[in-house]
C-alpha cells in the first residue's frame, strides 16, 4: 500500500501570497488531519476532514482553511501569507476516528515565508 | 498550548542501553499515544494506550500510564543507533475536541 503523499516537499513564498498544500491519504481511509510543527510552538492541530466534511478544528485563524474531495484528498490553503506561518505542515491519514485510531503521516511540505 | 509535556527534552545514550522518556500531562485522558519523528520528517505511530491499561508492549517499547499522577513513560530497551529521533506523546482528552494534543517531545540520540 503506498503511503501518505504531501506536495509540494518545499515551498518558498513572500509576505502576503497565499498557497495551497496538497495531501493524498492511504488508499481507503477517509480522516484526514493537518497540523503545523515550528520549533516554538511544537505540533498543534489544524484540523480534520471526514467525507468532505471538516469534522474538527484547532485554534487557528481563518487565513488558514481545507478542503477534502470525494476521494478524500485533501487541501489546505493559508491566504495573506505571515512570516510566522513558516513551517513543517504534516497532513496524517486514519480509518475513522484519529483519535483512536493509528495515524499515518506524510513526509510533511517545508513552507518557508520570506 | 500544549497538553503533554516530555521529559527530559534532550537524552543521550550509547548504543545497548535502556532509554526512559516521560510524559506528563493536564487533564483526564481517553487515551495517550506516543509517536516518534526522524529529523524533518513524518511521524510514525509507536503505540497506543488507553487511560484504564497501565503498561503495554510492543517489541523492544514498555509503556505505562499512570493516569492518577496524569503521567506515562516510554522504555526502549536494548537502543540501536536507528532509534536516534524525537519521541512526542500525544493525548486524546475525549469529549467533543476530538484532537489530539501533542507534547514538546524528546530528542534522543543513541551514539554507536
Known amino acids: 500500500k503506498a503511503g501518505v503523499t504531501q506536495t509540494p516537499r518545499y515551498l518558498i513564498k513572500t509576505r502576503g501570497q497565499q498557497v495551497t498544500l496538497s495531501c493524498s491519504p492511504i488508499s481507503g481511509h477517509r480522516s484526514v488531519s493537518w497540523y503545523q510543527q515550528t520549533p516554538g510552538q511544537g505540533l498543534q492541530f489544524l484540523f480534520e476532514?471526514?467525507?468532505?466534511?471538516?469534522?474538527n478544528k484547532g485554534n487557528f485563524p481563518g487565513r488558514f482553511s481545507g478542503r477534502q474531495f470525494s476521494n478524500s484528498r485533501s487541501e489546505m490553503n493559508v491566504s495573506t501569507l505571515e512570516l510566522g506561518d513558516s513551517a513543517l505542515y504534516l497532513c496524517?491519514?486514519?480509518?475513522?476516528?484519529?483519535?483512536?485510531?493509528?495515524?499515518?503521516f506524510g513526509p510533511g511540505t517545508r513552507l518557508t515565508v520570506l | 498550548s500544549q497538553q503533554g509535556e516530555e521529559d527530559p527534552q534532550a537524552l543521550s545514550i550509547q548504543e545497548g542501553e535502556n532509554a526512559t522518556m516521560n510524559c506528563s500531562y493536564k487533564?483526564?485522558?481517553?487515551?495517550l499515544q506516543w509517536y516518534r519523528q526522524n529529523s524533518g520528517r513524518g511521524l510514525v505511530h509507536l503505540i497506543l494506550?488507553?487511560?484504564?491499561?497501565r503498561e503495554k508492549h510492543s517489541g523492544r517499547l514498555r509503556v505505562t500510564l499512570d493516569t492518577s499522577k496524569k503521567s506515562s513513560s516510554l522504555l526502549i530497551t536494548a537502543s540501536r543507533a536507528a532509534d536516534t529521533a524525537s519521541y512526542f506523546c500525544?493525548?486524546?482528552?475525549?469529549?467533543?475536541?476530538?484532537?489530539?494534543?501533542f507534547g514538546s517531545g524528546t530528542q534522543l540520540t543513541v551514539l554507536p
Open positions: 496524517a491519514s486514519s480509518l475513522s476516528d484519529p483519535t483512536w485510531n493509528e495515524q499515518f
Open positions: 487533564t483526564s485522558i481517553n487515551n
Open positions: 494506550i488507553r487511560s484504564n491499561e
Open positions: 500525544a493525548t486524546y482528552p475525549g469529549g467533543s475536541a476530538r484532537q489530539l494534543t
Open positions: 476532514y471526514f467525507s468532505e466534511t471538516q469534522r
